[in-house]
């Protein structure tokens, strides 16, 4: 392919929120150089009024059906309605991480205009991640994402957050390592011109699916294939990958620790559904029993690590592992062709759980104090008494992650837990099973002591140290009561939505 | 624009947005809350007068619940019967919603109390307009649960909180039955839909089984207080009066009366002897029961115990004939079981709502005194109230022209035909009536004051007083065709019409029986007694009545105490040893230690974080290529 023909292939159009996105992250940047100090406060607030002018031009562009579908910059990336949606979760995200970073910033001595700008960047850079067709596009999406945390973990420069931001780092990079390696051996092998199917662009998905497919025992790519899926396990928090997640999520700011637990598991979630349903022949053989073994390990491990905990952020850092434990069984679910509409069941959780957690972590983000390593749950005693709107919307995103009726978040694992039993995943479904009973436990611990006064057993002494609860601008308000109430609705009433989401 | 079952809906929705408002914003703010109740009741009275008296019959339904070919549908089934008993309903709860507001006047919490009320008003009617029986079966239930709020209402007095368990669990029995009797139905003819079971039966009587019909009469027997069920309701007195009137006297207790004319074509021959021989056994017991009470509501409940015997007896015998004489099957719109039925329902629910306000009014005005041989000379210190409980008292011992005497005349007219000897039985239940209310009457009203309560009693208040007034009226002329205006005259209409020699003759009876329990009372009680004359002349036949009427609750007491409670007690040990030691602690321990595991798993150390990373490959590498 020479370059005149694949420079005929760039539909710039195609990529029109990403493009979108980037030129509000360098406005921001302009914006602080032109503006006068005095005025600064004001750029967050126009990276939220972009945001939001954005979704609600990307979400007037899909119900008109008029993205653009299909391939674009000679195959480097696919556009397609599951893309779409991944889009429009990543800005609903962005917006609601940027829209907890101004109120977490505002008790900061910190620079501030280029929290948000990262914040954009690495949302565009998600964007064209889930939507990637080529490794190396994934590769260089990736990367963006992950430098990206890199800097947002360790931001608030307290020792915390610093350490947290050296391990995310470290970490990151093996993880990264492997995932390169994963490729390398994939693009060697497939390159092979001694096998069937090698191609000279080994690294586009479809000639790589057709090499694999043809060549399904080959040791090499069984091994690169593995690596790939570990570097990507490390993303979405996966056992035994998960292990930096409690610390990184204590030690990061809570908006960081939001985007984290939603935005970039999301994206590992994309990039997974893509590899398994899209690239890798997963069938009856290895890569499967792996993908069984680590879901049940996930769920199993998330929860029972939870039990214990005390800290709200690891808390909910260790439930998310669970969560991505419940994704996975979905994600499995799509690789058996009786089941293959689970991709749709994984977004519809996916949306589901940004809802719920945002929701509590809007409550968290609100109520830290200013070293923002994360509240203990003794500490929410009276919540609900002291302030009903932050103790119901608790409430409502807790018992939503919890999954129970007739909150979203039942419906979102009763979808999952229909795919799996469809698929004929048993022994997993009756983990997955055990692990929500199991995770009532630390949910209802919480929404119990945040709501309930009479739960409490030793009655507090009148001079203990009272959580302070700072009065909530108007606008916090209405987006904490619209998380609730989108949880609630959700519960009752997915019509539009299954059907936007359903891509079977 | 207007339809039944329109105005059926929104008969629902005025009661259960009264009481949700009530429950939701108003539970401190007793003044709002009295105003929403009492509007709402005064709504549904007026809704039901268009909806009976204008509009034609209808029936509706739509589906609700569907699993498999089992469905569930929500529906409303009016006709001439649902009308009578709507009309009750509405017109007699409201006149007692009314009076309410005197009576609780000052009371604590009176927002909960009204808004149960308009809670039972909502299922009340859910149960009178239902068309089918899982419907009727769901509004049933819920009258249960408001009449234990209400009787439970003085949280504060233990006995209060004893009477409300008892009569939710004794229902709990009848309703066991009744609930079984309905899957069966539903295995019998596939749906539970009133017009549909109907047409069927109609179209082969051989379906109707015996032991359907009786599964459901258990429900009647429970919420009716028919024997061996009848033990809660004069517990229940322990709610207020208002409740007593129109709970456990008007409406509720009647639901099971109700419910037998409703599915009146599911009888059988020998179920119908069966429901015959409990109305009459129940009519005569409690009728016993009542000579040695001495708490004025106590009487009044074991009376209306009686009457909802002669209720169950009447429906049975009205069956019964009609089976006999085809000729006189009829009015096209009731059988002659359901009209017989309902007529004293209907008349029964004058007089009994009027006495208990009555009683209710004196214990208001005696300071909540209620033990009758406290009271004495009430008829100077309250007039009104005198006037109209004497004609409460005249219908319900059912003097001649008298609203009660022509209902419990039908009865008896019934029974001579079908069967001389429930004939017989009813009317020694008829002399023990006369007897045991002019007992009460010359005690409570006459002689001279027998405690500072009584010597202090005050005349009630206006708000209190219409309402008596109102349904003296009705106990009055209630028995008289003029007050059942078309549609309602086919409960007149329906029932068969003695020969002039029957006629008289049974007038005749009447009048020696109400002359002889008058007789019997005046001669015992004089002019009235500062304590209780069988007692201390006829001390062996005092206690033998006592012990007859407390020998259900020995018994049951007993049953509790050595078999329930001593099966209850090893069930709980095994649960406690397998399920909640076993299963849960045991797997909560199981999980609480695997969780402390997984927590000293995060060390903070980022080398061992590494080791981590390189342990997880090589498992992938063990799972992929074995050892």
């Known amino acids: 392919m020479d370059y005149q023909s694949l420079a005929n292939a760039n539909t710039w159009s195609a990529i029109a929120p990403e493009i979108a996105l980037g030129l509000l992250a360098l406005g921001l940047l302009v914006l602080e150089i032109v503006l006068p100090r005095a005025h600064h406060r004001l750029i967050p607030r126009a990276a939220l009024v972009g945001q939001l002018a954005l979704l609600a031009g990307l979400l007037f562009t899909i119900s008109r059906d008029a993205g653009f579908h299909g391939a674009s910059f000679g195959g480097l990336l696919v556009h397609s309605g599951i893309g779409d949606a991944f889009r429009v979760f990543f800005l609903l995200t962005s917006t609601l991480v940027t829209w907890m970073g101004i109120g977490a910033l505002e008790r900061q001595t910190l620079p501030r205009v280029e929290f948000f700008h990262i914040v954009l960047v690495v949302t565009g850079a998600m964007m064209l991640l889930v939507q990637s067709h080529h490794f190396v596009m994934l590769f260089v999406a990736l990367e963006t994402v992950t430098v990206g945390f890199y800097i947002l973990v360790s931001y608030f420069r307290s020792s915390t957050s610093l350490e947290a931001g050296l391990k995310y780092l470290i970490l990151g990079a093996l993880s990264s390592a492997m995932l390169t390696f994963g490729i390398v051996l994939l693009y060697g092998v497939a390159g092979n011109k001694a096998l069937p199917g090698a191609s000279a662009n080994a690294l586009g998905f479809d000639a790589l699916h057709t090499f694999l497919t043809l060549n399904a025992g080959n040791t090499v790519a069984i091994i690169g294939m593995i690596l790939v899926l570990c570097g990507v396990a490390f993303k979405v928090g996966a056992v035994p990958f998960q292990i930096w997640i409690p610390d990184v999520y204590q030690g990061a700011s809570t908006p960081i620790t939001a985007f984290l637990a939603v935005g970039s598991k999301a994206a590992g979630f994309g990039v997974l559904l893509n590899l398994v349903t899209q690239v890798f022949p997963v069938g009856d053989s290895v890569l499967r029993h792996g993908l069984v073994f680590v879901a049940g390990a996930t769920i199993l491990f998330g929860n029972l690590a939870a039990l214990t905990q005390r800290n709200t952020k690891r808390l909910m850092g260790l439930s998310g592992v669970s969560h991505a434990g419940y994704l996975l069984l979905g994600v499995t679910a799509a690789t058996y062709p009786a089941a293959k509409w689970a991709s749709g069941a994984v977004v519809f959780y996916l949306f589901v759980y940004m809802a719920a957690s945002m929701a509590v972590f809007g409550v968290l983000s609100h109520l830290a104090k200013t070293d923002d390593a994360g509240l203990e749950t003794d500490e929410f005693v009276d919540l609900g008494k002291r302030s009903p709107l932050l103790g119901g919307v608790l409430a409502v995103g807790l018992g939503s992650l919890a999954g129970i009726p007739p909150l979203a978040g039942f419906i979102g694992k009763v979808l999952l837990f229909i795919a799996a039993f469809q698929a004929g995943l048993y022994g997993l479904l009756g983990v997955a099973i055990a692990g929500v009973i199991l995770s009532i436990y630390y949910y209802f611990g919480w929404i119990k002591m945040a709501l309930f006064e009479f739960t409490r057993v030793v009655p507090r002494e009148p001079g203990a140290l009272e959580l302070e609860i700072r009065a909530m601008p108007l606008g916090g308000r209405v987006t904490l009561a619209v998380l609730g109430l989108a949880t609630l609705v959700l519960g009752f009433f997915q019509g539009p939505v299954s059907q936007w989401l359903n891509f079977g | ?627």
């Open chain 2, 1 to 627: 624009m207007l339809s039944p079952e329109l105005l059926a809906l929104l008969l629902l929705a005025v009661p259960l947005t009264s009481a949700l408002l009530i429950a939701f914003f108003f539970r401190r703010a007793g003044t709002i809350a009295q105003v929403l109740s009492v509007g709402a009741a005064g709504a549904i009275a007026l809704i039901a007068g268009h909806l009976i008296f204008r509009m034609g019959d209808a029936a509706v339904s739509v589906p609700w619940l569907t699993l498999g070919d089992f469905s569930l549908s929500l529906g409303f089934l009016i006709n001439p019967l649902s009308k009578v008993m709507l009309g009750v309903v509405a017109f007699v709860g409201f006149l007692i919603h009314v009076f309410a507001l005197g009576y609780m006047k000052g009371d604590t919490s009176i927002a909960r109390f009204f808004g149960c009320m308009s809670f039972f008003m909502f299922s009340m009617l859910g149960i009178v307009l239902a068309d089918n029986l899982a419907m009727l079966f769901i509004f049933w239930e819920l009258v249960g649960v408001s009449s234990y709020l209400l009787i439970g209402y003085y949280l504060e007095r233990p006995s209060a909180v004893a009477a409300s368990n008892k009569a939710f669990i004794t229902n709990r029995v009848g309703d066991f039955g009744f609930l079984i009797g309905i899957a069966w139905a539903w295995m019998q003819f596939k749906t539970l839909n009133l017009t549909e079971i109907s047409a069927q039966i109609a179209a082969d009587p051989s379906l109707a089984l015996t032991g359907i019909a009786l599964l459901l009469f258990c429900g009647a027997v429970g919420k009716s207080g028919q024997m061996p069920l009848h033990v809660w309701l004069p517990d229940a007195m322990e709610g207020p009066t208002p409740v007593s009137a129109l709970i456990h006297a008007a409406t509720m207790v009647a639901a099971g009366i109700y419910l037998l004319c409703r599915i009146h074509f599911m009888m059988t021959a020998d179920a119908l002897n069966v429901v015959l021989i409990v109305g009459v056994t129940t009519a005569l017991y409690a009728g016993v029961c009542a000579v040695t009470q001495k708490d004025i509501k106590k009487i009044l409940a074991y009376s209306t115990v009686s009457q909802l015997g002669y209720m169950v007896a009447a429906f049975a015998l009205g069956t019964m004939y009609a089976a006999k004489h085809p000729e006189h099957a009829g009015h096209a719109a009731l059988t002659v079981g359901a009209a017989a039925a309902m007529f004293h329902l209907t008349t029964h629910a004058f007089f009994k709502a009027l006495l208990f306000l009555g009683a209710g009014s004196i214990i208001h005005g005696c300071h909540h005194e209620q033990n009758i041989f406290k009271m004495g000379g009430i008829a100077k210190k309250m007039p009104v109230t005198f006037v109209t409980f004497t004609a409460g008292y005249v219908a319900l011992i059912g003097f001649p022209w008298v609203s009660g005497f022509w209902s419990k005349d039908t009865i008896l007219y019934l029974a001579g035909q079908v069967s001389p000897v429930a004939e017989k039985f009813l009317l020694a239940g008829a002399l023990l009536t006369a007897f045991y209310m002019t007992r009460l009457w010359v005690t409570v009203f006459w002689d001279r004051p027998k405690s500072d309560h009584s010597d202090h009693a005050h005349e009630s208040p206006m708000v209190m007083l219409v309402p008596l007034l109102v349904l003296a009226v009705l106990a009055i002329v209630g028995g008289a065709n003029l007050v059942y205006q078309p549609p309602l005259d086919a409960l007149v209409n329906s029932l068969p019409h003695p020969d002039a020699a029957t006629h008289h003759r049974l007038l005749v009876t009447s009048a020696v029986i109400v002359a002889l329990g008058f007789v019997g009372g005046r001669l015992l009680y004089g002019w009235g007694a500062a304590n209780d004359r069988l007692e201390t002349s006829i001390r062996p036949l005092h206690a033998l009545l006592v012990g007859v009427q407390r020998c259900f609750d020995v018994a049951y007491n007993w049953y509790v105490a050595n078999v329930q409670q001593r099966v209850a007690e090893l069930l709980g040990f095994l649960e406690h040893l397998l399920i909640s030691g076993l299963v849960v602690r045991g797997s909560a321990a199981v999980a609480g230690v695997l969780g402390i595991a997984a927590k000293s798993l995060q060390t903070g150390n980022i080398h061992g974080y590494v080791y981590w990373f390189l342990g997880g490959l090589l498992a992938f590498w063990f799972l992929a290529f074995g050892f």
